[in-house]
């Protein structure tokens, strides 16, 4: 559905069908009222993929892997895709998928399908002229904005959004092939009459109609428009996210592309709901994201209350894990780890530390965590265990690289899946290794900042850092090598995986425990292995940290 490292890429097309529309379709298309939520492996793209909930069966060579941090982009950069050499054939550098379909399940979700549940809004008509005009007002800086012109418009368009036509469109299953599965009709009998439809045109057309005016606005960098259009958004979608599933995923989708600072409360309190269904609240913590990135700014407490209530949300059990990603992120972007009120509880943090310690989690939510934890200001909290985190951080650096290494074959010398490997090598370079050194425009972030006031802590970073830099320079050594150099290049690699994982067994940190009232981290070793391990001196250990 999104892709879930490619976050950042954002332009028109966002506003088109395909990245609109195909948020609901994830869900729809299967019309099985209990398989209603279908993701895909790829991390938040937010304009044209990442505001597509694109089916996780992607092909390869369409699974584009930039680390989501905000240096996603410039990570990929840094390590191009190689040419194929010569006689290395397409087949076997891009098979076919980076991972298996995938399809979860939301009980919720198939209350809302029937068309019972549809409230249709009064029928409005969209002058031509007016949306043209706040197009204009949007993009350009010589236009003034006319906040009733908007009115109308956003009004109108929201009413599109509940089109019976259009919603029957998208719900109705796709015709049987009549070569394939012939219907046997009796002779004389009429043929059965299919309902009237608009081929799902008047939600296709509003949806990109409203999103336009966000991305024009925001790269004419206009913030009174924006502000004024916020407001309106905030004014009239919100009522449909009591709607049919179709208004309302698309509503959210919107008011989650805007991040108006206005929709914050919206968005908590969308997340806390017991009635909402997981697209929505998705889209809601997608929304707390764009609220941040794009300049939004509250007062310490409100962010924690916010921050507190996407902590609570992640605590559920089995969310997709696509979910869980947007909520980690988000908890990165407020940066709060504890309430002002009990600062050393930070449930804020523990909650981010019991995902990067889930060996069993994806790889991809175990390296948001992390970045998550090097975001948060952790200043107020007491005894902060960094060295916990780092200690995480490490592991998870380790089992990337080994999963790196596995996609490389030395006889005969070919990549198993070229795009998994730029994935993977992705993760490296981008949220593990800014989790450490920290994260581009992001002040005060990486745990090697955060933990400088304390010298053993901070020395036992600065260890963990270089072994991961190590390794993330063998891993984009060993994508950009020619095949010849297969075998070499991953034999670097894995000695530097070795050391990594060398260090961490032979330092684990004498707690488990990231504040002291706080739970305990396991990582997947069974009970008292960790005691054992943390019984070995370790060098420096004044706090015991």
Known sequence: MADVLSRRSRSASAGSWSGCITAIAGLLILLSPSLLLAQSSGRRSRASDEDVPKARGKTADQEQPR???KAGDEDEKGAPAPDLARGESEERVQPARISPVEIFRDPLAAKYLSMNKLVPLPSTVVAQEDLLLVKDMAGNPNTSVDPAVIDRVVRGLAAHLTERK?????????????VKAPVAVKKGAAARKKPESDGGKAIEKATADLLEPIYRARAAKKEDFLKTYGHALNRYLPPLLRNHLVPRIQAMIVLGQAGSSESLGLFQ?????????LWVKLWALEGISNIKEYGGRFPADEESRVARTVSEFLKQKELPWLI???????????????????????????????????????????????????????????????????YGTGLVAADVGDEFGELFIEKPAHVQNRPKAQYLAALLAGPVFQSLDGVPDRTNSGLIV????????SKYVRKVLDLVKQETQATISLLGSPPTQYGKRKQELAKTTAALRKFLGDNPPPSRRLVDKGPQFNFGQPAGAWRRLSEQPVADNRRGR
């Open 269 to 277: 309190n969308e997340i806390a709901s017991r009635s909402q269904v």
């Open 166 to 178: 259009s919603i029957l469109a998208l719900l109705e299953e796709p015709e049987p092939d009549p």
């Open 67 to 69: 680390a989501r941090g």
């Open 450 to 457: 955060a933990a400088s006031n304390d010298q053993n802590a």
């Open 324 to 390: 869980q990603l947007r909520g980690l992120e988000a908890l990165g972007a407020l940066r709060q780890a504890a309430l002002p009120t009990a600062p050393s509880l930070a449930p804020m943090a523990n909650t981010a530390m019991s995902y990067l310690a889930d060996t069993d989690a994806r790889l991809e939510v175990r390296t948001e965590a992390a970045r998550a934890l090097a975001l948060m200001n952790v200043s107020s909290v007491p005894r902060y265990n960094y060295r916990l985190v780092a």
